[in-house]
């Protein structure tokens, strides 16, 4: 299977995300699919996939090579089944809980065995820092928000953060007091292509970048701290502090917290390429494919598109991020699909999740 080619490559035996680093408030917005759709979502963490279920849609197939990130997806639907709100944000870690053992346990007897026992053997992470922040990507923020992060700001600077400003006020307390040597010399030690793909993401991950990562997420962290407001950003609220604020992903949001639990049901977790739903025969009216198309080379990722073309209906649209390789439709496609240029500028433009450079929203003609 070509999109099984990353498979070989980087591993899929551990969590690498517990919760999703995609803004899924650009992602429901670009999908923009008519109620009643059938839905396709790499999995990841799950949380996205759950946003979908807000699009109202038939089914949402959720995909992923990876049975870790499928558990994650499916600990999540038993929390919403069986705890209220406020629980379900302590399990998460967004905010802080003294009962997170207790939550687990509860939730976990709506496991199957397999699940239970997976997440039985990180039962001491869970009570720690939440179902959210046990992946190796949290970990790697947790690295540096602990060891790196104090060395270079001061914790009233960090709560300035999250202060609502107007943007000129953010933009001069971004390049006066936060942007300093430090802060600069932080950013080039530990968000280097190196340190991130050994600590972060997978060394594989970056087998087709080019160019500097700390050089990348300086720039788009200007945009998070100044072009948008901080005080509305889940991830950037986690990265610094370890917890969300009074901003959450869309999915963990209190006024849709009862209809994703109304229809959990409509949600079917795969493990495996993103190939076997296109071997199934079955079509799809729209999919959120996350950033998987720069771990390929280009005559794999040429391959896995066209695939996923196959399985789409007419008006279908394709939503995906770059990070650092730039993929857009390939060449050999590009007259079936067309690009809808606005849709994307007002999602990159509002995207919190400042780590992307490009955002691709393609429809099937």
């Known amino acids: 299977m070509?999109?099984?080619d990353i498979a070989g490559r980087a591993r899929f035996d551990a969590?690498?995300?517990?919760?999703?680093?995609?803004?899924?408030?650009?992602?429901?917005?670009?999908?923009?699919?008519?109620?009643?759709a059938t839905l396709?979502?790499?999995?990841?963490?799950?949380?996205?996939?759950?946003?979908?279920?807000?699009?109202?849609p038939a089914r949402v197939v959720t995909i992923d090579l990876s049975l870790a990130q499928i558990a994650c997806l499916a600990i999540r639907i038993a929390a919403y089944r069986c705890l209220d709100h406020a629980g379900f944000l302590e399990l998460m870690g967004s905010r802080p809980s003294s009962r997170r053992g207790e939550l687990l346990d509860t939730v976990a007897r709506g496991l199957d065995a397999t699940d239970q026992a997976f997440w039985a053997e990180r039962r001491g992470g869970v009570i720690r820092y939440g179902l959210g922040?046990?992946?190796?990507?949290?970990?790697?923020?947790?690295?540096?928000r602990t060891y790196l992060l104090p060395l270079a700001q001061s914790r009233s600077t960090i709560d300035e953060v999250f202060r609502t400003k107007p943007k000129p006020e953010r933009a001069a307390f971004f390049d006066r007091r936060w942007n300093n040597w430090r802060w600069q010399l932080t950013l080039k030690l530990f968000f280097s292509n190196f340190v991130m793909g050994r600590l972060g993401r997978d060394p594989a991950f970056f087998d087709h970048v080019e160019g500097s990562l700390a050089d990348h997420v300086a720039r788009q962290l200007r945009h998070a701290g100044v072009d948008l407001d901080p005080a509305d950003n889940p991830y950037l609220h986690w990265i610094l502090k370890?917890?969300?604020?009074?901003?959450?992903?869309?999915?963990?949001r209190p006024e849709h917290f009862a209809t994703i639990r109304s229809r959990l049901d409509r949600l079917e977790?795969?493990?495996?390429?993103?190939?076997?739903?296109?071997?199934?025969?079955?079509?799809?009216?729209?999919?959120?494919?996350?950033?998987?198309?720069?771990?390929m080379p280009t005559d794999i990722f040429t391959s896995v598109y066209g695939s996923i073309l196959g399985a789409a209906n007419p008006g279908a649209r394709l939503v995906y991020?770059?990070?650092?390789?730039?993929?857009?439709?390939?060449?050999?496609?590009?007259?079936?699909?067309?690009?809808?240029?606005?849709?994307?500028?007002?999602?990159?433009?509002?995207?919190?999740?400042?780590?992307?450079?490009?955002?691709?929203?393609?429809?099937?003609?």
């Open 269 to 295: 977790l795969r493990c495996g390429a993103l190939e076997a739903f296109v071997a199934t025969g079955e079509t799809a009216d729209g999919f959120n494919l996350s950033d998987i198309f720069e771990y």
């Open 15 to 36: 969590i690498r995300y517990a919760q999703l680093w995609e803004d899924a408030d650009v992602l429901v917005d670009a999908l923009a699919t008519p109620p009643g």
């Open 321 to 365: 991020w770059n990070m650092m390789v730039p993929r857009r439709v390939p060449p050999a496609f590009a007259d079936r699909v067309e690009r809808l240029v606005a849709v994307e500028t007002t999602g990159r433009a509002a995207d919190k999740a400042f780590f992307y450079s490009d955002f691709v929203v393609e429809r099937v003609r």
């Open 40 to 56: 396709v979502s790499i999995a990841s963490a799950g949380d996205n996939a759950l946003a979908m279920l807000l699009l109202d």
């Open 133 to 144: 922040g046990v992946g190796k990507f949290e970990n790697y923020f947790r690295i540096f």
């Open 2 to 4: 070509a999109e099984a």
């Open 242 to 252: 370890g917890t969300h604020g009074t901003a959450l992903p869309l999915a963990w």
